[in-house]
């Protein structure tokens, strides 16, 4: 809400009533013709939800219950599939996208992004981990053990990211989405790790991972959760108005009465008791709450009371549309119903962001920009001057600061594989490795070293090198430190191209697929939200929707595998070095030995985008085609990496900022990035193979786990507050 619509809603109030100017008249009214709409939309789905089903009992026999029309409700039958069944599933249906939705729209308001999903505070990872712990640890087996570990998990997640948020003085948005998205990735890693020991356990969550609402029978699980659901509805009402003032910022709100650090709790706590609720019922049913916050947005624009009520409402009919299909699409089973939602939410929310709507509700596509460096900080010591090497006509630039760093990082990753060469679970002095690795001394030893660990050292080396440099170029395009290639799509798209790969050829190692579904993923995100030019929002929610889509194909397919294949895919899905060699690695290394130089001359062009476009410009460097160029970069080395480990999460995102830390401000750090990817992959690579004895955890599991505390130390700590 803005000033003007303030003023405008008091005088509307004031006597003599002053007319409403017909913009805000003309907002008001679609507001509530969409509120009818999807009331009466709503009405229709509940009627279809009760009427279709796997017994042969039609709309009258369900009406005929409903009104007990000469004693229906005595046939024991009808009473089963009516009254036990698909009564508790609707209303579960209707409560469950209710809250979503709800959730949804409170979580974009209170951090003033349309782009804010359900899982931000944590919950869905927390649920995820407290299903897996129950199922790997305490041999639970019910849905009552489901729902109550689940519950605990997401509670347990979103209390984590509040302490956090809150830890140093009010919990602003920026540190809401930080702490969630650590707190999900740590808990996320820590479920891998219980998986990959634990195959029945993997068996159990791979099912209950794609959402359901098939193990609805019965009113017990909706009577429990029934007070946790209305306590989260009814502190979402409460908070509407403080958020509205919220809306025009922290110092208005203050002069208004309210307390912001209050209110962003409050919200957390209502979004926390919809989600966990939600999640423990019908799994996690991702998208639903971002995709319902942004129709309702699209509907009733920001006001958060109208949002908040559509968005219930809009959460509630996708939900329970999506539950109707599922139950006919592929009968005589049931398809998932996350597939189905992300089957709806995905081209409905591409339509509406390339509609006309996104300028009028202020979602244009210009990405705000934002500061590469620590500029104006006063612990921030001006550079030294950079080396100017001469000989006869020629001179080269060596920039000082950053030559130092490149040579610190290229001795640390000498170190760092040298202490992979020789960990490992077999014994190994450091004597005999270094033998091994010249081809002499015992051949078991030789065969070890050379064939299995440097083999493998070199992939990760590949991997993280590709991994490090697609991330710096991806951030430096969108001047932005949280930004990774998976945000177009890349790892989703190369993923699900490489599992097709499989699936065709019933052979693992197409390294080749991964660039494949990469470029096809940024493609057609590319061409669907409208070419190059397009930035921001648009590319943003393209590349969502398009995520959506490729993980529910992913999804899919590993839940329709038999269990052995499906854990081994899962092992590489996860990120994973196992079985990698130099056959593997050679033609990656070759790319880079193709792209490293390419990305090192377009990395002065590069910088210069951190600034205007018109600046750019003056300064004789095509914008256009910078972007062009790096976004091309980017998507080969991210889809190369995907190629060889699978989508290794955090080093994409950890290792350009731990390189500008080291080069400075002032530079692009392209070959420190790269270095740093290397020495991140094989350090996570030797600390999977032994941590545990007997057991290898996977490099991307393990860069999960750890990628959580080092975002919250890099971004939200003394030095890190300006991202």
């Not at 990211?161 to 919990?171: E, K, M, P, Q, T």
């Not at 009371?305 to 139950?327: F, I, M, S």
């Amino acid at each position: 809400m803005t000033l003007s619509q303030v003023g405008t809603a008091e005088a509307a109030d004031a006597d003599p009533p002053v007319p409403a100017p017909p913009a805000a008249e003309r907002s008001r009214r679609t507001s509530w013709a969409a509120v009818g709409g999807i009331l009466a939309a709503l009405l229709a789905l509940t009627a279809l939800s009760l009427s279709v089903g796997a017994g042969e009992v039609g709309p009258g026999r369900v009406l005929d219950y409903l009104l007990d029309t000469d004693g229906a409700r005595a046939d024991s039958r009808l009473a089963l599939v009516v009254g036990d069944l698909r009564l508790p599933r609707t209303l579960t249906a209707l409560l469950v996208g209710a809250a979503l939705g709800v959730a949804g729209a409170q979580l974009q308001s209170v951090t003033r992004n349309p782009l804010a999903e359900t899982g931000l505070l944590g919950v869905n990872a927390g649920a995820s981990l407290g299903v897996v712990l129950g199922v790997a640890v305490l041999g639970v087996q019910t849905s009552y053990g489901y729902l109550a570990f689940a519950f605990g998990g997401a509670v347990l997640a979103s209390g984590l990211v509040l302490a956090i948020a809150g830890s140093r003085g009010g919990g602003s948005p920026m540190r809401l989405v930080l702490g969630g998205s650590a707190v999900g990735a740590t808990f996320g890693g820590l479920t891998g790790v219980l998986i990959v020991n634990s195959p029945e356990a993997y068996d159990r969550y791979r099912v209950w991972v794609l959402g359901s609402l098939a193990g609805v029978e019965g009113w017990t699980t909706l009577r429990q959760l029934a007070p946790v659901l209305g306590a989260g509805f009814v502190v979402a009402l409460l908070t509407t108005r403080p958020l509205s003032a919220l809306a025009l910022g922290d110092d208005l709100a203050r002069g208004l009465g309210h307390r912001p650090g209050a209110t962003r709790a409050a919200v957390a706590l209502a979004v926390t008791l919809l989600t966990a609720s939600a999640v423990a019922l019908a799994g996690p049913i991702s998208f639903l709450g971002l995709l319902a916050g942004f129709l309702a947005r699209a509907a009733a624009g920001p006001r958060v009371g109208r949002l908040t009520l559509l968005a219930g409402l809009v959460g509630a009919a996708v939900l329970t549309g999506a539950d109707v299909l599922a139950r006919v699409v592929a009968r005589p089973f049931e398809a998932p119903v996350s597939v189905i939602v992300a089957l709806i939410g995905a081209p409905t929310l591409i339509a509406i962001v390339r509609s006309r709507r996104m300028t009028a509700l202020g979602m244009t596509d210009t990405a705000p920009a934002e500061s590469s460096g620590r500029h104006g900080h006063p612990e921030e010591k001006a550079p030294r001057p950079d080396l100017v090497i001469r000989r006869g006509a020629l001179s080269v630039l060596l920039p000082r600061r950053s030559a130092l760093a490149a040579l610190g990082l290229a001795a640390a990753l000498l170190a760092a594989v040298v202490v992979s060469a020789h960990a490992g679970q077999s014994e190994l002095g450091l004597g005999r490795t270094f033998q091994a690795v010249f081809g002499y001394g015992e051949r078991l030893d030789v065969l070890l070293v050379q064939k299995f660990r440097l083999g493998r050292i070199v992939a990760g080396l590949a991997a993280g090198a590709a991994l490090g440099l697609a991330g710096c170029l991806t951030q430096t395009l969108a001047r932005n430190r949280l930004a990774t290639p998976e945000l177009l799509g890349v790892n989703d798209g190369a993923t699900a191209a490489v599992l097709i790969s499989v699936t065709a050829s019933g052979a693992f190692g197409a390294w080749w697929a991964g660039p494949i579904g990469a470029l096809v993923a940024v493609a057609v995100v590319t061409l669907v939200s409208g070419g190059l030019g397009a930035r921001g929002y648009r590319v943003l929610v393209v590349g969502l929707a398009m995520s959506a889509l490729a993980s529910a194909v992913i999804q899919v397919a590993m839940a329709r595998r038999s269990l052995s294949s499906a854990s081994s895919l899962y092992v590489w899905t996860s990120g994973s070095l196992n079985g990698r060699d130099y056959e593997v690695a050679t033609p990656v290394l070759i790319g880079l030995a193709v792209l490293v130089p390419l990305a090192l001359v377009v990395a002065r062009r590069l910088a210069v985008l951190r600034f205007d476009d018109n600046v750019a410009s003056s300064l004789g460097v095509d914008p256009g085609r910078v972007r062009l160029v790096c976004l091309l970069l980017a998507v080969a080395l991210a889809g190369l990496a995907v190629g060889i480990c699978g989508p290794v999460g955090f080093v994409a995102l950890a290792a350009p900022v731990v390189a500008g830390r080291l080069a400075g401000p002032a530079r692009v750090p392209v070959l420190g990035s790269a270095l740093v990817g290397a020495v991140l992959i094989v350090l996570a690579d030797t600390l999977g193979r032994v941590l545990i004895a007997g057991v290898e955890i996977p490099v991307g599991i393990v860069t999960t786990v750890l990628g959580g505390p080092f975002l919250l130390w890099v971004l939200l700590g003394r030095k890190g507050n300006t991202v």
